[in-house]
């Protein structure tokens, strides 16, 4: 059973970084085939897919925040990391990491495993 957990803090304050970590169990992140992904949803909102890192390190962004985000991983610890910049209050939202074997999806029928969502909040 693959376990997913996010981390990190749950306040960031705006124009700073915010920077999360997945700790996966159960699973080695370079296991063929999947995607290691970031994604989120603000109140209101539909989940929005941010980013993932692939099972052989390539690394793919969503257009509309790739300005920003940085994904990376430590396969030593088998943890893979988020850093978001210049947030602003509209980065305000729950934060899940999950596994697929497709890239960029926004629905969570195509993921197999994730983490629970991790709140990060942006005070305005």
């Known amino acids: 059973q693959v376990q997913l957990q996010e981390s990190g803090p749950g306040l960031v304050k705006p124009s700073q970084t915010l920077s999360l970590t997945c700790t996966v169990s159960?699973?080695?992140?370079?296991?063929?085939?999947?995607?290691w992904s970031w994604i989120r949803q603000s109140p209101g909102k539909e989940l929005e897919w941010m980013g993932a890192?692939?099972?052989?390190?390539?690394?793919y962004y969503s257009p509309s925040l790739k300005s920003r985000t940085s994904i990376s991983r430590d396969t030593s610890t088998n943890q893979f990391t988020l850093q978001l910049s210049s947030v602003t209050p509209e980065d305000t939202a729950v934060y899940y990491c999950a596994r697929s074997q497709q890239l960029g999806n926004s629905r969570w029928s195509d993921y197999d495993y994730r983490g629970q969502g991790t709140q990060v909040t942006v005070p305005s």
């Open positions: 159960g699973g080695s992140i370079t296991t063929n085939y999947y995607y």
């Open positions: 890192i692939r099972y052989s390190g390539g690394v």
